[in-house]
């Protein structure tokens, strides 16, 4: 059973940096892509990041592009999100996932197997 454990969210003021980690467990072989969600109380889970773990191919949501970067360490199997210049718009809890479909894609849910718990990030104006 695959287990994904998000840490590193934060409250931070407009500007600030966060790195958020997820480390995954119980893999028996490499899912296709991994990827970060995002979520607000209320509304649907939006796509932020994702990476092929295969070609190292990314999408980012338009929002985040040029601010946000997704990385992993695949000796270690964690993935990364690396984010910068913060806004309070940026505020959600943050979510890992991991899918096994044939094809990525960064902002259907629907397409991923296997989420962690989620961690907050707050950016105050």
């Known amino acids: 059973q695959v287990q994904l454990v998000e840490s590193g969210g934060d409250s931070v003021q407009a500007g600030g940096s966060l790195r958020l980690s997820c480390a995954a467990f119980g893999y028996t072989y490499s899912p296709v892509c991994l990827a970060w969600f995002r979520q607000v109380s209320g509304n649907e889970r939006e796509g932020v990041a994702m990476?092929?773990?295969?070609?190292?191919?990314?999408w980012y949501a338009d929002s985040v592009k040029g601010r946000f970067t997704i990385s992993r360490d695949s000796s270690k199997n964690t993935l990364f999100l690396h984010m910068n210049s913060l806004k309070p718009e940026d505020t959600a809890k943050y979510y890992c996932a991991a899918s096994y479909n044939r094809f990525c894609s960064g902002d259907s849910a629907l397409r991923y197997n296997y989420w962690g718990q989620g961690t907050q990030v707050t950016v105050s104006s």
């Open positions: 990476i092929q773990t295969g070609g190292g191919g990314t």
